[in-house]
T-cell receptor, first 113, second 112 residues
């Protein structure tokens, strides 16, 4: 069966520090991968998606970047965090073809101080 | 993408059925209706989806209006674990890299 892992689960970082959140998927190949962010009390905002290794599409301009160095690995990064980067970051995957059923990870809660 | 409208919040009593409405008057013929739910401090989880016919699975039922301009997610017996935010989302089958756009959803509270 397929599983998705995200880490770290929680993170407190000072403004201006770098960020790296990692997501890996097991039990499937060539998945579509997604990063969403949920600010406190708000809906989910799609940040990045990837349909293959090295292929990244950005949905909104921001202080963050994403990379997909391996088929089942998706990394969210920042060189210098802003206060506004605080939030709940969620990785998700779905099969390349078929119904749009997303499976989400448990999330990474980032607090920037 | 077509827009959905849901109530901000609803309340239910434990062990009673819950009907969560969703309006999508601008739905197109190729849009599937998806429902996800998000428990507190967790990622969203898939609940159910359908196109025209009513659908049932182990979690819930989805009733789709004949004109497809509205749908209802039915939880047959609410439990305390069903307290969550429920999202109704439209998306064409397989299209546009499957980018599901989540709105604010309906926050369901379940009273014991």
């Amino acid at each position: 069966s397929q599983t998705i892992h995200q880490w770290p689960a929680t993170l407190v970082q000072p403004v201006g520090s770098p960020l790296s959140l990692e997501c890996t998927v097991e039990g499937t190949s060539n998945p579509n991968l997604y990063w969403y962010r949920q600010a406190a009390g708000r809906g989910l905002q799609l940040l990045f998606y990837s349909v293959g290794i090295g292929q990244i599409s950005s949905e909104v301009p921001q202080n963050l970047s994403a990379s997909r160095p391996q088929d089942r690995q998706f990394i969210l990064s920042s060189k210098k965090l802003l206060l506004s980067d605080s939030g709940f970051y969620l990785c998700a995957w779905r099969r390349l073809r078929g119904a749009n059923v997303l499976t989400f990870g448990a999330g990474s809660r980032l607090t920037v101080l | 993408d077509a827009k959905t409208t849901q109530p901000n919040s609803m309340e239910s009593n434990e062990e009673e059925p819950v009907h969560l409405p969703c309006n999508h008057s601008t739905i197109s013929g190729t849009d599937y209706i998806h429902w996800y739910r998000q428990l507190p401090s967790q990622g969203p989880e898939y609940v159910i989806h359908g196109l025209t016919s009513n659908v049932n699975n182990r979690m819930a039922s989805l009733a789709i209006a004949e004109d497809r301009k509205s749908s209802t997610l039915i939880l047959h017996r609410a439990t305390l674990r069903d307290a969550a935010v429920y999202y109704c989302i439209l998306k064409p089958y397989g299209g546009s890299q499957g980018n599901l756009i989540f709105g604010k959803g309906t926050k369901l509270s379940v009273k014991p």
